[in-house]
């Protein structure tokens, strides 16, 4: 059964030069190893032989069609006995770049959707006889006429290619089980084409059919949905995940998501616009926001403005005001006027927060007031701006006195971390908030309602 496939739009702006068109029952001499100048049709009309193509031989079948780009060696040997009938045709190809009313400018192209072999070459045998009938003439009385006919053939031929010991659908496969095998390699459409011995255009157009996507963003769900699963699974880094997939940082990972997602516009942090820009800026416009200088409120009205939905922020704004006193009453019944700490372990590393991230909400949304520390650095700057968080060692947490306590964590390892030195490590139990014994246990997480943030577990010794 023929298969047809849409691919005639490649002959569209096409001008054919042919070099030979001719018919033997011997073995040619452009068929004796040597790179071919010129693309190669042939036909097998009758006989039996083998035809080694750079260095990989084929056996020869009747009624088979051979088609090769040009530098191809081809050597064609008939076996012993068989009397050949083979037709061939030599031509280039080229293609439209420009014009204008008074010229046309050509590039030769020596690319074809489809080259190797295929069965139902019969079917041409009419348009070859036409062409070698041609013979000489065709330079002299009438070139167009040759370059119908084979226009013709080349239409049909990629109209209605029916592949022989390969299909396109086991050629794509291939590339497919590459793929799930090597995603975290460099990979590039050609490698791929060039596996499937097919022409990259072509390629990736049946690719794209097959898979409803296109090759690179086949690769893309396949490198994000591994990130995806190592997340999950694993307490790695996402640096390091990234090199695992196969991109160079996470930058290059970040692209991916950006390409899936078809965005009409980036929002980032004006602290890595320049590499926004060199790594994302042809997927869509990039605009920078402010990070250190303004604070959160600022920056979803100014992002409003970027949208033209300045009144959908000054709304939310309102809303989250609203949410923000009902809690601030509730809350004012536990912690009264004393102070509160966020502190954030990651691995073995301790940060203390101001008003910016986890202690955003804390300081300016709920209005809890930190430690004295705290207070000050953040008061060298506008509020919700500028200072972050500050590093601490386990025996600076002293420094730090304050009446309650949330420690936000990443890991198991971090919580036991966190567990072990409330309950062993000197400065630590000299600290107001533990030293009340007041400390919310593993179980107390599940039983009383312990916020969970981003997978972060959130506990207070209060």
Known sequence: MLAQVKSSSFLNGIY?????????????????????????????ARGK???????????????????????????????????LQLFWIAFDIYRLLKKDQKSREYQ???????????????????????????????????????????????????????????????????????????????IRIDQLADMAQLHPSYYFQVFKQAMDKSPIAFLIHLRVNRAKEMLLLTDKPIKEIA??????????????????????????????????????????????????????????????????????AVKWLESHERKAQNLRKALRSITGSGTVGVCVCREHELRMYGARNVGHALYRSLQL?????????????????????????PDGLKDYDCDFIFFAVETEGDKRRIHEWQKNNPAWMQHSAIRSKLIISDDDYHNHGTTEIGGAFLSAAL
């Not at 750079?54 to 050597?75: I, V």
Request: overall charge negative; charged content about 25%; some cysteine.
């Open 243 to 312: 090199a695992e997939v196969g991109y160079k940082d996470e930058f290059y990972f970040s692209r991916e998501d950006f390409l899936l997602e078809q965005p009409d516009l980036i929002l980032c942090k004006d602290n890595v616009l320049f590499k926004a820009r060199e790594h994302i800026n042809d997927i869509a416009p990039v605009v920078a926001i402010p990070w250190v200088s303004q604070d959160i409120y600022t920056q979803l009205l100014k992002i409003g403005e970027f949208l033209n939905r300045e009144e959908e």
């Open 369 to 393: 007031t930190p430690p004295e520390r705290i207070q000050a650095q953040m008061n060298l700057h506008p509020a919700g701006t500028g200072f972050n968080w500050t590093a601490i060692t």
């Open 108 to 186: 030769r192209d020596a690319g074809f959707p489809l080259q190797g072999y295929f069965r139902g070459g019969s079917r041409y045998k009419q348009l070859f006889n036409l062409l070698v009938a041609e013979g000489q003439l065709w330079r002299i009385q009438n070139p167009f006429l040759s370059q119908q006919y084979l226009h013709d053939m080349l239409d049909g031929f990629l109209r209605y290619a029916e592949l022989a010991s390969n299909d396109i659908d086991l050629r794509v496969q291939l590339t497919l089980d590459y793929l799930q095998n090597h995603y975290q390699e460099d």
């Open 49 to 83: 032989g083998e035809l080694n193509v750079n260095g990989q031989a084929l056996k020869l079948e009747r009624d088979a069609l051979y088609m090769y780009p040009p530098e191809t060696s081809l050597k064609l040997t008939a076996s012993s006995g068989e009397e």
């Open 16 to 44: 054919y030069e042919i070099a030979e068109a001719w018919q033997a029952s011997a073995v040619p001499k452009w068929a004796e190893g040597q790179p071919s100048e010129h693309h190669t049709l042939l036909y097998i």
